[in-house]
C-alpha cells in the first residue's frame, strides 16, 4: 500500500499516513473512518438534499468519489473540515460521525429472555390513559423489546377501541386474515387450525409469510362464561435458543443456517417461504427472529436433513419443559402486545365461544416506530 503523509500546519491539524482511512478523535477516543465512506456521506447541499433526507449523487459522480483523495483534514471544536483532491469541500459533526462508525447510539435495551413466570411478572400493565401519551407509549415499546410482550390494561372490549390502542404504536400491517383487524371466534372463512377449538402448539404466526408480522396484538372480546379450557400459553423464543445453545451448540448453529419452507393454502392462495428456524445477525451474532411452527412445514425436505430433524427435535424437546410457559386466560379489557419474532403463542383446548380481535403489525413499521420514540436507531 502507497504511504501517503500530509503534514499540516497546526497542531489541529491530522497525519493522513494511508489513503484507505483517516484517524479522527471525539473527546479521547481516537478511530478511524474510511475515506470513500466519508466523501461518499458529505451532507453540504451539493452531496444532500436534507429537506427530504436523501442523498444527491449520480452514477458517475459516485465512480468519481471512489478515487477521491483527501487534500487537507482538520479537526475544529466539534467540526471535521476535509478539502478534496477535487476541490470540493465538506465539514462533519465529530459526533455524527464517531456514533456511526462506533454504534454508539445503537439501542440500550437489551433484551431478558424469559422464562414462564417473567413474561407473566415483569412487563408493565399500562393503561389505556398513559399509552395515548408519548411516554407510556415509549413503555409500551420498551416492553416489547425487553421481554417481547407489552400489555395494555382498561381498553373497552370492541374491535374499534382495540385498533384505537394499537393506533398508538403503528399502524396494522394487512394480510390475508384482514386489511388491518382481524377477528377469531366467528365463522371467518379461513381454514388455518387457530380458528378450531383443538388445543395449538406454541408457534411464531405467519412463517409462511415472507413478510412475516414482527408483532401481533389480541383482545380477547367475549368468552363464553360456561366454556371451559382455552388459556392462552405463551414461551419465550430467545429462552429456548440461549438453552439450546449451552446444551449443543451444534444444534443450535445447525439451525441458523439451515433452511426449511413453511407454507399456507386455502382455496385462492397458496404461501410460502424458506428460511433458518433461528435468524442471527451476522454482524453481532445475536438472534432476532424465531420462525417456528411444526404445523406450518412444508413437505419439502430440507438441505442436510439429518443434521436438520436432530438439531430440530433438540430444540422442540426443549419446548416439553413447564417452566417456560406462561399461561394465562385473556381478558375482555387487557389487549396484549407479543413481538412475533421471539414470543411463541398457543392454546389449550376449549369448549364454548371464545371471541377475540387483533392484528398484526410489520417489522418496518414497528421499527420506524421505536425510532420515532428514541429507543432504536
Ligand atoms: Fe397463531
Ligand atoms: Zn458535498
Request: glycine share 6%; aromatic share 12%; net charge neutral.
Amino acid at each position: 500500500m502507497v504511504l501517503v503523509s500530509v503534514i499540516l500546519l497546526t497542531k489541529y491539524y491530522y497525519l493522513i499516513f494511508f489513503k484507505m482511512s483517516v484517524e479522527l478523535k471525539f473527546e479521547d477516543k481516537k478511530f478511524s473512518v474510511n475515506i470513500v465512506w466519508l466523501r461518499d456521506s458529505c451532507r453540504c447541499p451539493k452531496c444532500y438534499n436534507s429537506s427530504c433526507s436523501s442523498r444527491i449523487t449520480t452514477i458517475d459522480q459516485f465512480i468519481t468519489n471512489i478515487k477521491i483523495q483527501i487534500s487537507s483534514c482538520k479537526q475544529e471544536n466539534n467540526s471535521v473540515l476535509v478539502e478534496w483532491s477535487d476541490g470540493h469541500s465538506s465539514t462533519y459533526d465529530i459526533k455524527w460521525i464517531y456514533d456511526i462508525w462506533t454504534s454508539n447510539n445503537q439501542s440500550k435495551i437489551i433484551p431478558h429472555h424469559c422464562f414462564g413466570k417473567e413474561l407473566g411478572s415483569l412487563p408493565p400493565r399500562l393503561p389505556i390513559d398513559c399509552v395515548n401519551q408519548k411516554k407510556g407509549q415509549q413503555e409500551l415499546m420498551k416492553s416489547l423489546l425487553k421481554y417481547g410482550v407489552g400489555i395494555v390494561t382498561n381498553v373497552e372490549p370492541t374491535v374499534e377501541a382495540t385498533e384505537n390502542v394499537i393506533r398508538c404504536l403503528a399502524i396494522p400491517q394487512s394480510t390475508l386474515f384482514g386489511t388491518a383487524m382481524w377477528t377469531v371466534g366467528n365463522k371467518e372463512g379461513h381454514v388455518d387450525t387457530a380458528y378450531l377449538n383443538v388445543p395449538l402448539v406454541v408457534h411464531t404466526d405467519s412463517t409462511y409469510f415472507c413478510e412475516s408480522p414482527k408483532v401481533q396484538i389480541f383482545h380477547m372480546l367475549e368468552r363464553d362464561s360456561n366454556g371451559t379450557g382455552g388459556e392462552s400459553t405463551y414461551v419465550d423464543g430467545f429462552k429456548v435458543a440461549e438453552i439450546l445453545k449451552q446444551e449443543n451448540p451444534t444444534h443450535f448453529k445447525n439451525l441458523t443456517e439451515i433452511e426449511i419452507e413453511s407454507e399456507y393454502i386455502e382455496p385462492g392462495a397458496h404461501y410460502k417461504c424458506t428460511g433458518p428456524v433461528i435468524k442471527v445477525n451476522k454482524t453481532t451474532g445475536e438472534i432476532y427472529q424465531i420462525r417456528f411452527s411444526i404445523n406450518d412445514r412444508s413437505p419439502k425436505p430440507p438441505t442436510r436433513i439429518q443434521e436438520f430433524y436432530e438439531s430440530y427435535a433438540h430444540f422442540v424437546e426443549i419446548l416439553k419443559r413447564e417452566d417456560l410457559y406462561w399461561k394465562q386466560l385473556l381478558v375482555p379489557g387487557t389487549v396484549l402486545f407479543v413481538n412475533n419474532w421471539r414470543l411463541f403463542h398457543g392454546r389449550t383446548k376449549f369448549t364454548g365461544r371464545r371471541f377475540f380481535c387483533g392484528c398484526y403489525v410489520s417489522e418496518s413499521d414497528f421499527s420506524s416506530r421505536a425510532r420515532v420514540l428514541g429507543l432504536i436507531s
